[in-house]
């Protein structure tokens, strides 16, 4: 239930369920980032920076858990994974 459907040679039903939820949450996550960037009042425009670097890093990170870039892209690239 935990891992990646794709590296799974066993096709159960439950197979990857937690693994696609994590991808959903990545996504709300990405969402609700996103929505408040662009519904941000005048006077708290000062935080656009910092919202922008959470949606670049949520969407980052939602990227490598979905194509596991942190196994098979990175270490090609000489990063280790505790480093991505």
């Not at 039903?13 to 941000?40: D, E, K, P, R």
């Not at 922008?52 to 196994?71: N, P, Q, V, W």
Request: proline share 4%; glycine share 10%.
């Amino acid at each position: 239930m935990f891992r990646d459907p794709n590296l799974n040679g066993v096709s159960q039903v439950f197979t990857g369920l937690y693994f696609q939820l994590g991808l959903l949450a990545w996504a709300i996550g990405l969402g609700s980032i996103l929505t408040t960037f662009i519904n941000l009042p005048d006077r708290a425009r000062g935080h656009r920076g910092f919202l922008i670097y959470l949606c670049s890093l949520t969407a980052f990170l939602m990227l490598d858990d979905g194509f596991r870039l942190h196994e098979s892209v990175f270490p090609y690239l000489s990063l280790s994974e505790h480093v991505t």
